[in-house]
Each structure stands twice: as structure tokens, then as C-alpha cells.
T-cell receptor
Framework: QKEVEQDPGPLSVPEGAIVSLNCTYS??????FMWYRQYSRKGPELLMY????GNKEDGRFTAQVDKSSKYISLFIRDSQPSDSATYLC???????????FGKGNQVVVIP | DGGITQSPKYLFRKEGQNVTLSCEQN?????MYWYRQDPGQGLRLIYY???????QKGDIAEGYSVSREKKESFPLTVTSAQKNPTAFYLC?????????????FGPGTRLTVT
């Protein structure tokens, strides 16, 4: 079993819809959780960074962490065509800086 | 304007040649990383360095070499021993462990070997 599982998609949604992405993990030592957005042929950019279980909101983006279920989610409200990208989840143990990445989930928002 | 720069953006080489990819950061980060990204495989760690003059192998280090002579620079050499070098290469940096662990990425270098 891979440390981090992420369904690669692709996921196509109409503009304005809610996008829901998720990752599961097996290592209970992971403490920090991140979501990156990567546009085609570009480097990933950090979108959200969370530590504790619960929700964190930033504009149209909400990151959710459920440590008891080893499950993290990213929600994008009122999706826009500019949200079309690949979204990668990443996580790391405390005191360590080797990130474990999911394979990425390609999202297409159709105008 | 702080950030990570990688050059060149596109690189073409003949099989059997070594090639060095550049990575520079002005974020004053201690740690730097090299990843390889292939379609459907996500990001795979090649090498990382937590401090100047020190580096460790990642998951797929064979056929690659690095140096870390300066805090801001972490060049990657793809040697002729790397069996499948054509890929998108990403450099990243972060603060030391124990501080915020998120990594910041450069724009990437797409290497094509024929």
C-alpha cells in the first residue's frame, strides 16, 4: 500500500460547481498536510497548509483533515475555468521535511 | 522578489552526455530538494540537502549526482548512467524541520534526451 493514495481523475465539472478532492494515507505519524496546485508545465504552488484536524478556509478553498480516518479533502467553491489544474496532496511527519505526495488529481472546469 | 529559479526551462541532450540542471533560491531556506515528475507517477524524490555541504539520497538517486556548496544553490547532474532521463525536473526548498515544513517549488526544467 502506498503511503498516500490520491485518485488521479481526471475530474470535469461545470463552472460554478463545487470541486471535491481527497487523499487517504496510511502513516499515522503524518502531522502536516498540504495541497498544491500545478498548472500545465509549471511548478506546483502551495495552496493550503494545515496541521490539526478540522477545517481551514481561504477564500473559495477549504481544506479538511480527519486524522482519525487518515483522510484529507480539498473543496473549491464556485469553481472557475482558472481553477483547471492538477491538485496534489502532500504530507509530512513532524520534525521531518521529506514530503509524501499523492499522484495528483487533474481538474477541468468547463465554462 | 524572493523565490526559486531553475534554468533552463527546456533542455535537450544526446544520449550518453551528462547534463547539469541549475537551481537557485533566495528564500534563505536551509533545505533543498530535487524531484522528478513523470506522467501518472507523481513527484519522486531524487536527492535532498538539509544544510550546506550535506545531502542525502532520495527514492530514485541512481544515475544522478548533486552538490551543495552554497546555501542558495543545489545543482543536479543527470549522468549517462540514468537509464530514462527524459522527464520534468522540479527543485524545491523549505525551512529546517521543526519549523513550517511546506516546500516551495521552482518552475521546473523539462529535459529531453534522444
Amino acid at each position: 500500500q502506498k503511503e498516500v493514495e490520491q485518485d488521479p481523475g481526471p475530474l470535469s465539472v461545470p463552472e460554478g460547481a463545487i470541486v471535491s478532492l481527497n487523499c487517504t494515507y496510511s502513516n499515522s505519524a503524518f502531522q502536516y498536510f498540504m495541497w498544491y496546485r500545478q498548472y500545465s508545465r509549471k511548478g506546483p504552488e502551495l495552496l493550503m497548509y494545515t496541521y490539526s484536524s478540522g477545517n481551514k478556509e481561504d477564500g473559495r478553498f477549504t481544506a479538511q483533515v480527519d486524522k482519525s480516518s487518515k483522510y484529507i479533502s480539498l473543496f473549491i467553491r464556485d469553481s472557475q475555468p482558472s481553477d483547471s489544474a492538477t491538485y496534489l496532496c502532500a504530507m509530512v511527519e513532524g520534525g521531518n521535511n521529506r514530503l509524501a505526495f499523492g499522484k495528483g488529481n487533474q481538474v477541468v472546469v468547463i465554462p | 522578489d524572493g523565490g526559486i529559479t531553475q534554468s533552463p526551462k527546456y533542455l535537450f541532450r544526446k544520449e550518453g552526455q551528462n547534463v547539469t540542471l541549475s537551481c537557485e533560491q533566495n528564500l534563505n531556506h536551509d533545505a533543498m530538494y530535487w524531484y522528478r515528475q513523470d506522467p501518472g507517477q507523481g513527484l519522486r524524490l531524487i536527492y535532498y540537502s538539509q544544510i550546506v555541504n550535506d545531502f542525502q539520497k532520495g527514492d530514485i538517486a541512481e544515475g544522478y549526482s548533486v552538490s551543495r556548496e552554497k546555501k542558495e544553490s543545489f545543482p543536479l547532474t543527470v549522468t549517462s548512467a540514468q537509464k530514462n532521463p527524459t522527464a520534468f525536473y522540479l527543485c524545491a526548498s523549505s525551512n529546517s524541520p521543526g519549523v513550517k515544513s511546506e516546500q516551495y517549488f521552482g518552475p521546473g526544467t523539462r529535459l529531453t534526451v534522444t
